[in-house]
């Protein structure tokens, strides 16, 4: 009777101890590093280019940042959308980051598990022989808590930490991956719009030159030209074809890239030259957007709080390192029934408990824990200066693209305007050569220039209406989706 109320005294004070335990935990102390956030590295506001003298102004009252825009609303042309819509659920890049995410979520639950005991059931059993020539056994079964760290000065707790600061990354990371992926499908459609373009201004200009030098054959026969006319008429039209040739081949590699980024055929998605007169020119224009001010790239830019998180990360780190100079205090508990005989073991009067905590204070380690510091607040310095190179270059693609902006619709201007010049002049050099005004090789001129001209005409509206998908991109817009957005975000499971 006695036994039995010392073993029912000890299993009431059990609790009293798991307790105490807890509020010590609860109590301990953090070694993480009070966290400051660096200073942006950047002038104050974006530089001014063109004819504004005056640097870019942050957001009126009623502008929406361009991170706040949602690609479903910053572009508007319908089959563009159902391409980034198709790249967003089939694109390989994309699926590899969500399941990046899922996987540092998992590894962070595995480090915020550490915080709590691991309650596992335990069975044992031996059999040796004694002194006096006979067999000594002992069985137990119950619950048992095996090395289960008291975290007194906050190891674990930055250890977690440090996980959720590279889960958190990884989500930031998707959004920058979903970024750039709206950026490249907007990209490269644009790029087969305008190899669309340029093939029909190839096959037009191969028919001028067709009529050219048949023309030119015509005169040659009748003797009012010299062979010299016909064999500059000839080169011309097989230069065309050659360009017509390289402009076939360009287009299929576009397409190619575009199907690499949608994952998936693209039948029937893509408009051509014969069902849309000049795709590129008459493509409708994305939504404007502010630039705003580079602080506001700190928020809306995910590759730099992607960064941000990295450092935290690393700052948690260092108070892992700094922990591991204190005492590790763990607890090893069991508790069930304990009997000499198998049958025994769970009668009445066999309950017991065990209680063996254990402190390890490090006294020689030779530098170990000192390097596991050095290392820490290494990566801590290192994490700071990608931070602010993540800073500087967004700042730096900021600004060229609102350079592009700022410059591109004066030169799309200006070369339309030439192309019409060149137009004219063709027209009139063809009709001085017909009445033989004028010569053979002043005609020419007038065609190849003319089909540079178109040409240049093409590639600096594809320039332009890229700068606008760039831009969009720099300042942190595609990231967001509407409510029935097909890239859900991930959570941490707390």
């Known amino acids: 009777m006695e036994m039995k109320a010392r073993l029912m005294t000890k299993t009431t004070r059990l609790p009293q101890l798991l307790a105490l335990g807890a509020a010590m935990l609860l109590a301990g102390c953090s070694m993480i590093p009070v966290y400051e956030r660096p200073a942006a590295p950047v002038a104050a506001s974006f530089p001014a280019y063109g004819s504004n003298s005056q640097a870019a102004p942050a957001l009126a009252a009623n502008a929406v940042p361009a991170a706040s825009v949602a690609w479903q609303d910053f572009f508007a042309d319908d089959r563009l959308k159902r391409l980034i819509d198709l790249a967003l659920l089939n694109n390989r890049d994309l699926r590899v980051a969500v399941l990046t995410i899922e996987q540092a979520r998992a590894q962070y639950q595995i480090q915020r598990a ?11 059993g031996s059999r040796q022989p004694n002194a006096n020539g006979g067999i000594t056994s002992q069985y137990s079964a119950g619950l048992a808590v095996s090395a289960y760290e008291l975290d007194f000065f906050g190891r674990v707790r930055s250890l977690k930490e440090a996980a959720l600061g590279q889960y958190l990354a990884t989500e930031e990371g998707r959004k920058t991956v979903q970024i750039s992926l709206i950026s490249n499908v907007a990209n490269s459609y644009l790029n087969v719009l305008a190899d669309e373009e340029l093939l029909e201004i190839t096959r037009q200009t191969l028919a001028t030159r067709q009529e050219s030098v048949k023309l030119s054959r015509l005169r040659f026969d009748s003797g009012v030209t010299s062979e010299l006319d016909f064999r500059q008429a000839e080169s011309l039209l097989e230069a065309a074809r050659v360009a017509y040739a390289q402009q076939q081949r360009q287009r299929a590699l576009d397409e190619n890239l575009l199907t690499l980024l949608v994952g998936q055929p693209l039948a029937g998605e893509l408009p051509t030259a014969a069902s849309q007169s000049q795709p590129l020119v008459n493509a409708q224009l994305m939504a404007d957007v502010p630039a705003g001010l580079p602080s506001e790239l700190l928020t809306n830019r995910p590759d730099i709080r992607q960064a941000e998180q990295l450092l935290l990360a690393s700052n948690a780190n260092i108070g892992a390192a700094r922990a591991a100079f204190f005492p590790n205090i763990s607890l090893t508990v069991t508790a069930g029934s304990a009997s000499s005989h198998l ?24 530098g170990r824990n000192k390097a596991g510091l050095a290392s820490a607040t290494a990566g801590q310095g290192i994490a700071v200066a990608q931070y602010e190179q993540a800073i500087q270059t967004a700042f730096r693609e900021v600004a060229d693209a609102l350079a592009n902006r700022s410059t591109l619709a004066d030169q799309l201007q200006s070369q339309q305007a030439q192309a019409n010049a060149e137009a004219v002049r063709f027209r009139l050099s063809d009709l001085r050569y017909r009445n033989g005004v004028a010569s053979y090789l002043d005609l020419l ?28 991109r720099a300042l942190g817009g595609g990231w967001k989706d509407t409510p029935a957005g097909p890239v859900a975000s991930a959570s941490p499971g707390f």
């Open 114 to 124: 550490e915080q709590f005991p691991t309650i596992s059931a335990a069975a044992t």
């Open 343 to 366: 049958s025994g073991l769970f009668k009445s009067g066999a309950w017991g408990w065990t209680l063996a905590p254990q402190l390890l204070l490090p006294i020689f380690d030779a």
């Open 445 to 472: 001129d007038a065609q190849r220039s003319l089909f540079t001209a178109q040409q240049a005409v093409v590639q600096t509206r594809l320039a332009q209406l890229q700068s606008q998908v760039v831009l969009y």
